[in-house]
């Protein structure tokens, strides 16, 4: 992965998705880059002949929201385009337009809600998106603002090394951040090959990092590491497997959810 210049943030201009508004934002500025904006709509036919009136308010508070954020993009100097996409199902809208747009970044919420065994999740939507996104996916909660100080980079797998370390490294190149890794569940000579692999393939970006091991599982070993080093970005990989079948997994999803800060999703390779 290189430095991204082709950005694109998902928003429906709720309160949840102030911080990857402010996030995307932010780090088109920083890169110097255009943003585009695509707005999904719940495309109802039957809704809007019963109640018109209805669907013209929503029309009306989307386009006010995007003129908002509009003047806002003006401010920060940053050239936007919104594109509405209107469908049956929001996250297939979301993709096409990262496909279209042949994004190199997506920008998302982190909407959490409370499932039957009372863990903070994602949301369907956003994790249907982050699963089949043709991009890496920086999901923000609504708190978080766009990374500036240091990147935790998690390598729980063998094949999750080369595509986090390489998506950790660009991020901290573009950025200007310290960059650490974790590896985390591995046997020592196993997390001594994996971590020596993933500050090589940094350095080989130009970017110099620090790492260490642990013994536990990652969603208890990222979150004690990320408040250690205060860090604003954690660098997570969604298994192949499991993207394969449209799914971040419960491991990624605790980890994102038990984060303050954005996490930056990339695809595992396959094994």
Do not use: Y
């Not at 994790?127 to 935790?152: F, G, I, N, S, Y």
């Not at 980079?153 to 200007?176: H, S, W, Y």
């Amino acid at each position: 992965m290189s430095a991204p210049r082709r950005v694109l943030l998902f928003t429906q201009w709720t309160e949840f998705d102030s911080g990857a508004e402010r996030a995307a934002l932010a780090l088109a500025q920083r890169l110097g880059a255009p943003l585009a904006v695509v707005v999904p709509l719940l495309s109802n036919p039957e809704f809007e002949a019963v109640a018109p009136e209805v669907a013209a308010q929503n029309e009306a508070k989307a386009a006010q929201a995007a003129a908002d954020f509009a003047r806002r993009a003006q401010i920060a100097r940053v050239a936007i385009d919104v594109r509405v996409r209107r469908g049956d199902e929001l996250w297939r809208e979301i993709v096409a337009e990262a496909q279209a747009q042949h994004a190199d970044l997506l920008v998302t919420r982190r909407r959490g809600h409370r499932s039957f065994l009372g863990k903070l999740r994602v949301g369907e939507v956003v994790r249907r998106v982050a699963a089949h996104a043709p991009c890496p996916v920086l999901m923000v909660p609504r708190a978080a603002t766009a990374p500036q100080r240091h990147a935790l980079a998690v390598i729980d797998a063998a094949e999750c090394t080369e595509p986090v370390a390489r998506a950790a490294a660009a991020f901290a190149a573009a950025l200007g951040l310290r960059l650490s890794f974790v590896v985390a569940g591995a046997v020592s000579a196993q997390a001594a090959a994996l971590l020596q692999r993933a500050t090589a393939l940094a350095q080989a970006a130009g970017v110099a990092a620090d790492g260490s091991a642990a013994s536990g599982p990652a969603a208890t070993v990222a979150p004690e590491r990320i408040a250690a080093l205060q860090a604003d970005l954690q660098v997570v990989a969604i298994p192949a497997q499991q993207a394969a079948h449209g799914k971040l997994g419960d491991a990624v999803e605790t980890l994102v959810a038990e984060v303050p800060c954005s996490t930056l999703l990339v695809r595992a390779s396959a094994a």
